[in-house]
């Protein structure tokens, strides 16, 4: 049976890019990246704007409740048929919870995939990343804030995933391939696709 599925990892593990080729062979997944779209919407001149670009700057974690909203909104356009991938949400206990309360009452169930990297190797991709694609976010005193923030806010949302029998590790200092090839046999195993 079909899970929802929740990607986890250190900014640079390369969750992303492996969100990006799974959906390319599994369509009825349909794809949340709020970093994605807050970066989106910090791109405007406006009090929303600003607030994420502050925030942003601050290596800090936007507020639950923006979160929150975002997530009620995705989960309102999904079809009967759809299932959710996630990569970024949940990011704190507040939201774990509210995202197991939704699953709980829509009958769902959902695996999470935590790829797996060292501090290190995570912020020499990053600093690579930030020169190729120009993100004014990865600077490395935020990254370095960030990397502390996932530490503090996220770990535990992951050990707790781990702790209920809920989580896949995968190690992302692997090839794109490897990385994917294991990615896939792991849901295989845990009858998630």
């Not at 990892?9 to 949340?32: H, N, P, R, V």
């Not at 670009?53 to 309102?76: E, I, P, S, V, W």
């Not at 970024?88 to 995939?113: I, N, T, W």
């Amino acid at each position: 049976m079909k899970k929802d599925l929740v990607f986890f990892g250190i900014q640079g593990s390369g969750k992303g890019t492996q969100a990006d080729l799974f959906l390319e062979k599994y369509s009825e997944y349909k794809y949340l990246e709020p970093g994605q779209i807050f970066r989106a919407l910090s791109s405007n001149d406006n009090i929303i704007s600003q607030h994420i670009k502050d925030r942003m700057a601050q290596g800090k974690m936007l507020d639950d409740n923006l979160a929150f909203d975002l997530f009620n909104m995705y989960g309102h356009l999904l079809g009967d048929d759809d299932h959710m991938l996630t990569d970024g949400f949940p990011r704190s206990l507040p939201q774990m919870y509210y995202f197991l309360s939704r699953e709980a009452k829509y009958h769902r169930d959902f695996l999470a995939v935590n790829f797996s990297l060292s501090r290190e190797k995570a912020i020499e991709r990053i600093l690579k990343r930030a020169k190729e694609q120009g993100r004014v976010d990865d600077v490395e005193e935020s990254i370095l804030k960030r990397l502390d923030v996932f530490e503090k806010e996220t770990q535990p949302v992951i050990d707790y995933f781990e702790h209920i029998g809920k989580l896949i590790i995968i190690d992302a200092d692997q090839s794109i391939e490897v990385i994917q090839q294991e990615l896939l046999e792991k849901l295989a195993e845990r009858d998630a696709l």
